[in-house]
């Protein structure tokens, strides 16, 4: 168990570009879950991967994201014309079934 | 819908003095219950979790936590606190469906600073 794996660390950028995150879960995992913690804030729920399909997504997920998990292992979440608002920590998360679920690091994105 | 409370946002403790973390839920179903720690700049990770049976959990790093159907409480505590205990603390509930999706709802968090 190598754990939830989330690159980059740390990401700025200029407002109005474009993103792209990576994360890849535990090897076993059949669940992806992708979240957004902004200071002072828990964890929000953005979607929701089992295996490559997207069951769910969060009314926070606006047309600007798009996640994909295309061969059910790694996940990829994009965001287009970055705002200032985007600014936050973006975790992912996996599970095998329903057991609880397991976080990588997080990726902190910053927009100037 | 569900809901989490977590009334305090940062409580200071004593080193070695006993921690109580309050946590309140909402839900209309029966539900699982979370407790995360996570330390600055890294992802949470699972303290301890409730599913079913004994009301009382015991996690790790010494934490337990006791689940109250009739208050809808579910308080995290530790009975001697370390300086490595200093993290932020999420409550989350998710609900008690078998298979399928669950959605996990966090609470805001809680600061513990642990003072030598």
């Known amino acids: 168990d190598t754990g939830v794996s989330q690159d980059p660390r740390h990401k700025i950028t200029k407002r109005g570009q474009n993103v792209t995150f990576r994360c890849d879960p535990i090897s076993e995992h059949n669940r992806l879950y992708w979240y957004r913690q902004t200071l002072g804030q828990g964890p929000e729920f953005l979607t929701y991967?089992?295996?490559?399909?997207?069951?769910?997504k969060s009314r926070l997920l606006s047309d600007r994201f798009s996640a994909e998990r295309p061969k059910g292992s790694f996940s990829t979440l994009e965001i287009q014309r970055t705002e200032q608002g985007d600014s936050a920590m973006y975790l992912c998360?996996?599970?095998?079934?329903?057991?609880?679920?397991?976080f990588g690091d997080g990726t902190r994105l910053s927009i100037l | 819908a569900q809901s989490v409370t977590q009334l305090d946002s940062q409580v200071p403790v004593f080193e070695e003095a006993p921690v109580e973390l309050r946590c309140n839920y909402s839900?209309?179903?029966?539900?699982?219950l979370f407790w995360y720690v996570q330390y600055p700049n890294q992802g949470l990770q699972l303290l301890l979790k409730y599913l079913s049976g004994s009301t009382l959990v015991k996690g790790i790093n010494g934490f337990e936590a006791e689940f109250n159907k009739s208050q809808t409480s579910f308080h995290l505590r530790k009975p001697s606190v370390h300086i490595s205990d200093t993290a932020e603390y999420f409550c989350?509930?998710?609900?008690?469906?078998?298979?399928?999706?669950?959605?996990?709802?966090f609470g805001t968090g809680t600061k513990l600073q642990v003072i030598p």
């Open positions: 989350a509930v998710s609900e008690g469906n078998s298979g399928g999706y669950q959605k996990v709802t």
């Open positions: 991967f089992q295996n490559e399909a997207q069951l769910e």
């Open positions: 839900s209309s179903v029966s539900v699982y």
């Open positions: 998360a996996s599970s095998a079934d329903s057991n609880p679920q397991h």
